[in-house]
Every structure is written in structure tokens, then in C-alpha cells.
């Protein structure tokens, strides 16, 4: 893909309707299109649709495939948690990957909680003093958990842990391996089916991310 190919199509991430509903919504009615831009909307990772880009599988979840598509140049634009995009923002600019900028903030808001099994004897987060919760790292799940966590403990005592997807890390916490888990709808749902007890939730804010190769008018009209 060219550079002047890029400026006027922009390649648009999207994840499922919990990330990215304003984004489908606005797609599917035509909205990007009364302002006049064309756009190629790329699935990406974080979901379990079968429409996901074959370069994309869930083994690879960790290795930050969205990262590695946008460094690549197969998506021009995405969101994630507001603390991540800065993260990588910063991350790009000092390694010499290709840049990106923080343009507005997400339309969507992410819901989070941490989760404990339901014969656990946890029943206050103050009571997660070191013990780990398991979060994706470097991700919403985890700077979410660290938010919700500040107001009860400090720094030190607050533990996290990879113990997989979200899928996994409720299996992990039926099966006694960790004491507590960070979740998103919808398996915040899935977890209260399952009998698991939330003991807090709250909003991860997000952050829209991008390239340099976008134009100040086409970023106006994208974001209108």
C-alpha cells in the first residue's frame, strides 16, 4: 500500500460491539460516508469472531498482534484503553516503530470488574492485599485493576498476574489457581452465571490512536 493510498483510505480498526459500538453503528448507517470519506474497516484481535484476519490467532493474543498490524501499515487507526495508547504512543516514538498520535478519546467505555470465586473468603478488595489478580498485562484489564485497586491498597501490596484470556483466567479462579480476576463484558455476566462474586467494577476510558499519514481534515471528518 502507498502512502497516498493510506491518506485516502484510511484502514480503520474494529473489535466487537463492547469495544466499538459507535464505530459499527456509524459504519452500518452510513455516517462515514455522508462526510464523505472512504474507509476499509479491518477486524483485529480481541474477539472471538470468525471474520478475524487469519493473521491474527488467539496464541498470539500476548505478542500484541494489533501493535504488530498497525507497525506493519495494515490499519491506520484504532482505540484501546486511554492507558494503553499512551503507553504505546511513547513506546513507538523512543523504538523507532512507526508513530502514531493520540487524537480524541473513545466513544465507548469498556466496563471491568474483579471477580473471586463464590466460596473465596474475600469479600472487600482491601482484602486482595498481596494476593494477585489476573489481568492482561499491559492492557485495560490491568491498568483498570490497578485504578479500582489505589483507593483500597498502595502500590506495593496491589499483585497482578497472567494466567491467560479471560475464558482462561475464569477457569484459573474455579480451579483454586488464582484468588481474583479483572473481567470484561461480556464475561462479567459469564462469571456472575457462574456463581463468581464481584466485589468492584468500574470504566475503562478510552483513546483513539492515529498515524501521521492522516490528515487534520479527514481526522475532523472521521471523528465528527
Known amino acids: 500500500m502507498t502512502h497516498q493510498e493510506t491518506i485516502d483510505r484510511p484502514q480503520v480498526a474494529i473489535m466487537n460491539a463492547v469495544h466499538d459500538l459507535p464505530v459499527l453503528v456509524a459504519r452500518d448507517e452510513g455516517f462515514f460516508e455522508d462526510e464523505g470519506l472512504d474507509i476499509r474497516f479491518v477486524t483485529t484481535p480481541g474477539m472471538a469472531h470468525v471474520t478475524t484476519s487469519h493473521s491474527v490467532k488467539w496464541n498470539s493474543v500476548f505478542d500484541r498482534p494489533l501493535d504488530s498490524i498497525y507497525n506493519d501499515g495494515g490499519i491506520d487507526q484504532y482505540r484501546m484503553c486511554e492507558w494503553g495508547i499512551?503507553?504505546?504512543?511513547?513506546?513507538?516514538?523512543?523504538?523507532?516503530?512507526?508513530?502514531r498520535k493520540i487524537?480524541?478519546?473513545?466513544?465507548?467505555?469498556?466496563?471491568?470488574?474483579?471477580?473471586?470465586?463464590?466460596?473465596?473468603?474475600?469479600?472487600?478488595?482491601?482484602?486482595?492485599?498481596?494476593?494477585?489478580?489476573?489481568?492482561?498485562?499491559?492492557?485495560?484489564?490491568?491498568?483498570?485493576?490497578?485504578?479500582?485497586?489505589?483507593?483500597?491498597?498502595?502500590?506495593?501490596?496491589?499483585?497482578?498476574?497472567?494466567?491467560?484470556?479471560?475464558?482462561?483466567?475464569?477457569?484459573?479462579?474455579?480451579?483454586?489457581?488464582?484468588?481474583?480476576?479483572?473481567?470484561?463484558?461480556?464475561?462479567?455476566?459469564?462469571?456472575?452465571?457462574?456463581?463468581?462474586?464481584?466485589?468492584?467494577?468500574?470504566?475503562?476510558?478510552?483513546?483513539?490512536?492515529?498515524?501521521?499519514?492522516?490528515?487534520?481534515?479527514?481526522?475532523?471528518a472521521m471523528f465528527r
Open 86 to 99: 499512551m503507553k504505546r504512543a511513547v513506546e513507538a516514538d523512543s523504538e523507532g516503530l512507526r508513530r
Open 103 to 220: 487524537v480524541a478519546l473513545g466513544a465507548s467505555m469498556s466496563s471491568f470488574a474483579i471477580a473471586v470465586a463464590p466460596d473465596s473468603d474475600i469479600y472487600e478488595p482491601e482484602q486482595l492485599k498481596d494476593k494477585a489478580i489476573a489481568v492482561t498485562p499491559n492492557n485495560g484489564s490491568n491498568f483498570t485493576a490497578l485504578k479500582m485497586m489505589e483507593g483500597f491498597l498502595t502500590p506495593e501490596h496491589i499483585k497482578t498476574t497472567n494466567a491467560g484470556s479471560m475464558p482462561q483466567r475464569l477457569e484459573a479462579l474455579r480451579r483454586g489457581k488464582v484468588e481474583a480476576v479483572s473481567l470484561m463484558e461480556p464475561w462479567i455476566s459469564v462469571a456472575e452465571k457462574q456463581g463468581m462474586r464481584i466485589l468492584i467494577e468500574s470504566h475503562s476510558t478510552r483513546s483513539e490512536a492515529a498515524s501521521d499519514d492522516i490528515d487534520g481534515p479527514t481526522l475532523a
